[in-house]
Nanobody, 126 residues
């Protein structure tokens, strides 16, 4: 089993920055990708950014140029640096992991991921 725990959420003003972290534990030595998803009230959970073990990344169009995903494999930790935050970024942010390696692009579809964290709230005020 894989356990994922997010941290770093909070409330910020529009234009501010925030850095999210996701610590992985348990059965983490199998090959997998990791990603960040978010869900606002009444909306579907959407992919924000994802990364594979080689560092290849995928981003949602709405966050390109503002968010950066990275990982520290030695620490089993995933990060999401969020800059130039907008009120539209307000959501519960979830960390996710994939149990199988991927070929080609890094997936941003929630059905491609097997393990999920409990989420951390991000609120951006105008």
């Amino acid at each position: 089993q894989v356990q994922l725990v997010e941290s770093g959420g909070g409330s910020v003003q529009a234009g501010g920055s925030l850095r999210l972290s996701c610590a992985a534990s348990g059965y983490t030595y199998n090959r997998y990708c990791m990603g960040w998803f978010r869900q606002a009230p009444g909306k579907e959970r959407e992919g924000v950014a994802a990364i594979d073990r080689d560092g290849m990344t995928s981003y949602a169009d709405s966050v390109k140029g503002r968010f950066t995903i990275s990982q520290d494999n030695a620490k089993n930790t995933l990060y999401l640096q969020m800059n130039s935050l907008k009120p539209e970024d307000t959501a519960m942010y979830y960390c996710a992991a994939r149990s199988l390696p991927t070929m080609g692009s890094v997936p941003l579809q929630r059905t491609e991921y097997n393990y999920w964290g409990q989420g951390t709230q991000v609120t951006v005020s105008s």
